[in-house]
């Protein structure tokens, strides 16, 4: 729908916004993609000058969902990266439409330093939080409950997926409508007729 460069520069509308976050590469794009079944869409905002902007994409009517810059770009000048993560973490603290945030982390990794940090500002809110364990068609049987575990070290909420086959996305899905049912602005003159 759009992109801003800035908590200022965030679309004045009413939807309830769900973000995702991740680590450069941790398959961010991949699984906004399938999410939504629309192969380009998140690659959209790895078109240069996009990387570092908020990404708006529509998903239905009543929510939009939100691809956050990534961190940890080998690439990235520091000086680049900081205003990034400031920027993230203003969007994160102070958008009033945010309503749950979906850490995108490599099954097959530990989560890191930033995963902790974010789960932490967001319990603090009260928002919804989601850990997507991504890649997990290359974890084997034994290996799947190790990486459940270790990811729950962040947070309860654990849904191991994968963009090539498909599997756990359903489970998000849910959790998003979910999200999205429970902040959904009541329909103009609902709560005149329920009083
Ligand atoms: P992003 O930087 O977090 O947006 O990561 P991408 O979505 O671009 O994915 C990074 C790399 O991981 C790409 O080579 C993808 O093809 C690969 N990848 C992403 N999701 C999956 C997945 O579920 N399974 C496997 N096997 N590879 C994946």
Known sequence: MTSAP???GCPRWELPEIAFTGRSNAGKSSLINALTATKGLARTSKTPGRTRLL???????????????GYG????????ATKVAAMTSEYLDSRRNLIALVVVIDARRAPE?????????????GRGILIAGTKC???KRSE?????????QLSRDVILCSALDNEGL??????LLEWSRENAPHPRGAAAKES
């Not at 330093?113 to 809110?125: G, H, I, N, P």
């Not at 359903?170 to 959790?175: A, G, L, N, P």
């Open 137 to 139: 068609d290359k974890l």
């Open 73 to 80: 770009y080998a690439r990235m000048p520091e000086v680049e």
């Open 6 to 8: 800035s908590l200022a």
């Open 170 to 175: 359903d489970d998000i899905r849910r959790r």
């Open 113 to 125: 330093r930033e995963e902790f940090a974010l789960v932490e500002a967001m319990a603090q809110s």
């Open 55 to 69: 990404n708006f994409f529509a998903a239905g009517e009543y929510l939009a969902l939100v691809d956050l810059p």
């Open 144 to 152: 799947r409950a190790t990486a459940s575990r270790r990811l729950a």
